[in-house]
């Protein structure tokens, strides 16, 4: 009986943690997407990923496209779109 009630206590507390790691993303992706930067052309971002290993890791912002996409300038590289995912502001 009794190891029948540890495993129920152990589905339990599994499920518990699913929700509650759930819920702390949930909150976090609310909270990033409250606090979205705005960014402005004619402006330095640094790259999470520059496109090839020789390029540097920053970019000029030229102008946005969309509400997620930048088209921008990278030396040592030319133009490049840009989600909003893959840069941040140097500030």
């Known amino acids: 009986m009794s190891l029948q009630s540890d495993v129920q206590s152990y589905k339990l507390s599994q499920t518990q943690s699913k929700v509650t790691s759930a819920l702390a993303w949930e909150k976090l992706r609310a909270y990033s997407t409250s606090q979205v930067l705005q960014y402005q052309p004619s ?49």
């Open 43 to 91: 402006s330095w971002v640094k790259l999470f990923n520059p496109p090839t290993a020789y390029s540097f890791d920053q970019a000029w912002l030229l102008c946005q496209c969309s509400e997620d996409q930048w088209l921008a300038w990278v030396p040592e590289y030319g133009e490049i779109l840009l989600n909003t995912d893959e840069f941040c502001s140097l500030s």
